[in-house]
């Protein structure tokens, strides 16, 4: 079994910035992927940003430029710095992570950590 950690939400007025964490524990395994989704009141999940184990970064249309995901992989930690936030960006954001374990491949999830953007 792989946990995550969850760390970085809060309240932040439009423009500033916040860093979300995540460190995944565990046993017996090796990251594929690591990122970050987002699910709005009323909306569905959407992915935010996903980093791979070699380091390959994707985005979502409407925070590339402003978000930037890196991970230590010492750590198993990955971190989201989120820049020129906007009241859109509220949600509660939830770490992902894609694990290989024995032969397997496993998804796990944060218990998710509250973003609000105000006005």
């Known amino acids: 079994q792989v946990q995550l950690v969850e760390s970085g939400g809060g309240l932040v007025q439009a423009g500033g910035s916040l860093r979300l964490s995540c460190a995944a524990s565990g046993s017996d395994f090796s990251i594929k992927a690591m990122g970050w989704y987002r699910q709005a009141p009323g909306k569905q999940r959407e992915l935010v940003a996903i980093?791979?184990?070699?380091?390959?970064?994707n985005y979502a249309d409407s925070v590339k430029g402003r978000f930037t995901i890196s991970r230590d992989s010492a750590k198993n930690t990955q971190y989201l710095q989120m820049n020129s936030l906007k009241p859109e960006d509220t949600a509660v954001y939830y770490c992902?992570?894609?694990?290989?374990?024995?032969?397997?491949?496993?998804?796990?999830w944060g218990q998710g950590t509250q973003v609000t953007v105000s006005a």
């Open positions: 980093i791979t184990s070699g380091d390959s970064s």
């Open positions: 992902y992570c894609n694990a290989l374990r024995h032969i397997y491949t496993f998804q796990y």
